[in-house]
């Protein structure tokens, strides 16, 4: 349902601001609108407050009888991924066509959460992910199974409350490592490409996580291709 509302909203231009730097695109029209501070937002019965990413209030955009609406506010309020892309200039809302959600996997482990004080990160809601930051965690670790059905694996991870040092990624059944490598706090939500052609299960490895340090890893904008 949720979804069919997303789309609903694109196909009926009740559409979307987003402050990801499309305006630096070379396509763009000058136009008259305005932002209509009359114009309340609900959703499920539910007073909805846009805002940011930054969690500044935005207000809606009325143009030729139209109003627009911040894509990501109210991706948000549905609980459905959005994404940006800035080498293609795209907005993605829901699933990535051109991959496959780890999320389609079974987690049952006690790191899946989809407690919002675990699943928000920088202003966005990635609705469901594994998150583990502990006192006395040093080491941390997860295993994946595309099955061989994949050549690429697109890994997105973010440091919680420190640095993490090392990440190491590897084929479960040969030991080999695949690839390894740090994410910083000022890395912010950071992607990590691994090729994973013929590997039937992938064993992701955190070392060197000292005292409340951890990790975020969105299932919804993570995926094989």
Request: hydrophobic share 35%.
């Amino acid at each position: 349902m949720q979804k069919k509302v997303v789309s609903a909203l694109v196909g009926g231009a009740l559409l979307f601001g987003t402050t990801m730097g499309v305006y630096a695109g070379s396509n763009l029209q000058e136009i008259k609108a305005y932002l209509n501070g009359d114009m309340k937002v609900s959703v499920n019965g539910q007073p909805l407050q846009l805002k940011d990413a930054q969690g500044n209030p935005l207000l809606p955009i009325t143009y030729k009888g139209s109003t627009y609406l911040p894509v990501r506010s109210v991706s948000t309020a549905l609980n459905v991924p959005v994404d940006f892309d800035p080498k293609t200039n795209t907005v993605f809302i829901g699933e990535r066509s051109e991959g496959v959600p780890i999320l389609n996997e079974k987690f049952t482990n006690s790191d899946y959460s989809k407690d919002k004080k675990m699943t928000v990160y920088n202003g966005k809601d990635y609705g469901e992910v594994l998150y583990d930051v502990r006192a006395e965690l040093r080491v941390g670790s997860f295993i994946l199974e595309p099955k061989k059905k994949y050549k690429k694996l697109y890994l997105q991870i973010a440091a919680i409350g420190k640095d993490i040092g090392k990440i190491k990624i590897e084929d479960s059944d040969t030991k080999a490592i695949l690839k390894t490598d740090t994410v910083a706090l000022s890395d912010g939500m950071k992607t990590i490409e691994v090729d994973i052609a013929g590997v039937d299960s992938v064993y992701i490895y955190f070392e060197n996580l000292n005292g409340d340090a951890g990790y975020m890893v969105p299932l919804t904008t993570s995926y094989y291709k």
